[in-house]
């Protein structure tokens, strides 16, 4: 059996529909969590995770090849 995804968290690299932005921090209301992301030019923009995880949306870039022992 094999595992397979990836971890989104602060730090990550995404490619979100045509830019690359960072996310910087969540942030969690009652109704809804968000995502704050960080574009090339330091621009800040919130985010609904739901929203940023939509099917064809958002690629994540991988920090390095293969995985971890952190991993598992």
Same mark, same amino acid.
């Given at each position: 059996?094999?595992?397979?995804?990836?971890?989104? !968290?602060?730090?990550?690299? =995404?490619? $979100? %529909?045509?830019?690359?932005? *960072? =996310?910087? &921090?969540? #942030?969690?209301?009652?109704?809804?969590? &968000?995502?704050?992301?960080?574009?090339?030019?330091?621009?800040l923009a919130r985010m609904s995770v739901r929203e940023l $995880?939509?099917? !064809?949306?958002? *690629? =994540?870039?991988?920090?390095?090849?293969?995985?971890? #022992? #952190? %991993?598992?």
């Amino acid at each position: 059996m094999s595992r397979s995804g990836a971890k989104l !968290g602060i730090g990550t690299h =995404l490619r $979100l %529909d045509v830019e690359t932005v *960072q =996310l910087v &921090e969540f #942030a969690s209301f009652a109704t809804e969590m &968000e995502a704050v992301l960080k574009d090339g030019r330091d621009r800040l923009a919130r985010m609904s995770v739901r929203e940023l $995880l939509s099917p !064809g949306r958002t *690629q =994540l870039i991988p920090s390095s090849a293969g995985s971890s #022992a #952190a %991993d598992y």
